[in-house]
């Protein structure tokens, strides 16, 4: 992944973006990232601490206001049953920071099947993201060796 700061100063970012994909911050600004956004296929946004909700706004910004179409991985200090509304803002995969909460929230994932408020789908973005036949509980990893 490739920290946002990264890319402005990398010669040839189109092709490291393609293959590698955009990491920012939660505390990113949306609009700084949008000359990179086109090219990745990827989006991680990381948040250091689950008490931190500015990743949640920044993933709903970019697919909402800005129309990202690819995959958007959360990681970092996220709570395992964050995930679902993660998901619900758009969000493809998580990266989550040890392998109990990568179970529990897999379990919490699909405890859910119907919800009050609308949330994206990816049918409201312009295209499918690139691993739209997984399912989401497929996508949840920890970052634990």
Same mark, same amino acid.
């Given at each position: 992944?490739?920290? &946002? *700061?990264?890319? /402005? !100063?990398?010669? !040839?970012?189109? =092709?490291? &973006?393609? %293959?590698?994909?955009?990491?920012? *911050?939660?505390?990113?600004?949306?609009?700084?990232?949008?000359?990179? &956004?086109?090219?990745?296929?990827?989006?991680?946004?990381?948040?250091?601490? +689950?008490?931190?909700?500015?990743? +949640?706004?920044?993933?709903?910004? $970019?697919?909402?206001? #800005?129309?990202?179409? @690819?995959?958007?991985?959360?990681? @970092?200090?996220?709570?395992?049953?964050?995930?679902?509304?993660?998901? /619900?803002?758009? #969000?493809?995969? +998580?990266?989550?920071?040890?392998? %109990?909460?990568?179970?529990?929230? /897999?379990?919490?994932?699909?405890?859910?099947?119907?919800?009050? %408020?609308? *949330? $994206?789908?990816?049918?409201?973005?312009?295209?499918?993201? =690139?691993?739209?036949?997984?399912?989401?509980?497929?996508?949840? /990893?920890?970052?634990?060796?």
């Amino acid at each position: 992944m490739l920290k &946002l *700061e990264l890319c /402005r !100063n990398l010669k !040839n970012v189109d =092709q490291a &973006l393609r %293959q590698l994909g955009l990491r920012l *911050e939660g505390d990113a600004e949306p609009e700084q990232a949008l000359t990179w &956004l086109e090219l990745s296929k990827l989006v991680e946004v990381h948040s250091a601490s +689950f008490t931190d909700g500015r990743g +949640f706004s920044l993933g709903r910004t $970019l697919r909402a206001r #800005f129309g990202y179409c @690819g995959v958007m991985r959360a990681s @970092g200090g996220y709570l395992p049953d964050q995930v679902q509304l993660l998901a /619900r803002y758009g #969000f493809d995969q +998580f990266l989550l920071e040890d392998e %109990q909460a990568a179970i529990v929230a /897999r379990t919490a994932l699909s405890a859910f099947s119907v919800s009050y %408020q609308p *949330e $994206l789908k990816s049918e409201n973005r312009l295209r499918a993201p =690139q691993n739209s036949g997984n399912s989401t509980s497929a996508n949840i /990893r920890s970052t634990a060796a």
